[in-house]
């Protein structure tokens, strides 16, 4: 069982930078796949990045490409999603996900658990 904890959601102003971080539980992090996915209001949820799971893999929306990067502490169990030009259509809620198998990186139904949510504001 996988308990996943995202931080770091804020106010910035669009061009700016934030930085999420998702705090996962288990012994066995290191073997799962994570994603970040993002939810506005009255929009689905929808794919915004992930990881395989020895890091080396990244996958990204290309609402995202060039802007955001997805990165993985398997040490001390976290992964992030650097975000930078930062644009008001970013704002959303965020969630990080976790996965336990490789492959179909980009659907929300591949994921087995997921964090509450952090919330990003972009203001223009």
């Not at 910035?12 to 994603?35: D, E, K, N």
């Not at 990244?58 to 169990?77: E, H, L, M, Q």
Request: charged residues 20%; contains cysteine; proline residues 2%.
């Amino acid at each position: 069982q996988v308990q996943l904890v995202e931080s770091g959601g804020g106010l910035v102003q669009a061009g700016g930078s934030l930085r999420l971080s998702c705090a996962a539980s288990g012994r066995t992090f290191s073997m799962y796949a994570m994603g970040w996915f993002r939810q506005a209001p009255g929009k689905e949820r929808e794919f915004v990045a992930a990881i395989n799971w020895s890091g080396a893999s990244t996958y990204y929306a290309d609402a995202v490409k060039g802007r955001f990067t997805i990165s993985r502490d398997s040490a001390k169990n976290t992964v992030s999603l650097q975000m930078s030009s930062l644009k008001p259509e970013d704002t959303a809620v965020y969630y990080c996900a976790s996965k336990h198998y490789s492959g179909d990186y980009y659907r929300r139904g591949a994921y087995d658990y997921w964090g509450q949510g952090t919330q990003v504001t972009v203001s223009s």
